[in-house]
């Protein structure tokens, strides 16, 4: 879509008088922490096909009354470079850590505590899905909150959430969350 198509349709979209809040909101995590099934999850795709994100899905995903851009990021070591060429304008993060992988928690959390720093993200609320919570080896959201230091978050409003992403268990109440917070701060400003 040109940009001056794009302007016709916003035009348009006011017009009609939607009353819908856009948010964008960017996924991250490392590779095969299971964002591209969480966000499947999300959009009500199927979720048994699903190969690693080379580049980057979008999907616009509706929940309680808002439109969510939602951008799936790859998390392969080379892509993530990138990750910071995406975070402007971010309403809010959710960073996805397969709970069950416990030799990578140390890289993700190095990855986790690099974005908190970026300026695009200063104050941007943030959800951790603790996702693969069905694998009996998968380490709790507690246990892995406190190993990713999120108590010392101070300056963001930040949740983690316990889930899997397979069988969507624990992702409606991280969407529940996002809407609380979202809606609440797009209300305030």
Request: hydrophobic fraction near 40%.
């Amino acid at each position: 879509m040109g940009e001056n198509q794009k302007g016709l349709f916003s035009v348009i979209e006011k017009l009609k008088g939607t009353t819908e809040l856009e948010f964008r909101i960017v996924l991250l995590g490392l590779d095969n922490a299971g964002k591209t099934t969480l966000l499947k999850q999300l959009a009500s795709e199927d979720v048994n096909t699903i190969t690693p994100t080379q580049g980057f899905n979008i999907k616009s995903v509706t929940s309680h009354g808002m439109k969510l851009n939602v951008w799936d990021i790859g998390g392969q070591r080379k892509i993530r470079t990138f990750w910071k060429k995406y975070l402007e304008n971010t309403d809010l993060l959710i960073y996805v850590i397969d709970s069950a992988d416990k030799k990578r928690f140390e890289e993700t959390g190095v990855e986790l505590a690099e974005l908190i720093e970026e300026e695009n993200l200063k104050g941007v609320p943030i959800l951790i899905f603790a996702n693969k919570q069905d694998l009996a080896t998968a380490s709790p959201a507690a246990e892995i909150a406190e190993g990713l230091n999120l108590h010392t978050y101070r300056d963001r409003e930040w949740q983690i959430q316990a889930c899997s992403a397979v069988s969507s268990e624990g992702v409606q109440d991280g969407m529940n969350w996002i809407s609380n917070n979202i809606a609440n701060k797009r209300k305030v400003e």
